[in-house]
């Protein structure tokens, strides 16, 4: 589909600018919102709360503000281990404000990739992170970005400037691939970190690959973050 929405304010939890929170399969091409406001458990600049697989492709979201925990830029909370979220050539601009807020995607313990994409603006709140906010690895999930970036000011206790939280507790985890990805930015707020802010767990394989930061980190200590 193709299209440019204009609100001023939507309070909803696991909204979207475009989608709810939805169940069944979803595309989102070439699309694109401009927003006000966007407030809610769960919600995104595009689509809510996931529930089943997502392709997003070609969009972006302009917004002045997101706010609510679980939030995104593009999409908001997705979990299960069945689920993919896969988006490409997508950007978002503006500031969200919410624990395990992210510049794309909110909390996120689905099968992700996220490919070409990039972040803009100001994040604020526990385990944020600049293109993912929490990421809670199941047993066969798979985590990857690939050449995508993230430029702002990332704040709150365990922020990161690609992913705020990584938890992984399963002996035998999925993988979890970082590829061609930069940060540059302010980071801010206590165990923050250039690439993840909290990393807690070492079952599983993380690849960091000509990954990049250029951060400046204030009102940090004991920096547990990586990056």
Known sequence: SLGLVANTDNENNGGGGLVTCYQQHLKIINCHCIFDQISGTGCGGLCGAQNNNIIIDRSSCRIRIISGPKTGGLIGAGCGQQEVCFISNSYCQGQLTGMDAGGLCGYKSANCQLQGCYFAGNIMGENSGGLCGSY???????????????????????????????????????VCSFRYVYYSGQLSGLNCGGMFGTFSGTNGGVELYQCYTNETIVSSVSNNGIG
């Open 136 to 174: 809670s690895a199941l047993q066969t999930t798979q985590f990857r970005i690939l050449s995508c970036y993230c430029l702002g000011h990332v704040s709150g206790r365990g922020a990161g400037g690609i992913c705020g939280a990584y938890f992984s507790g399963h002996p035998q985890l999925g």
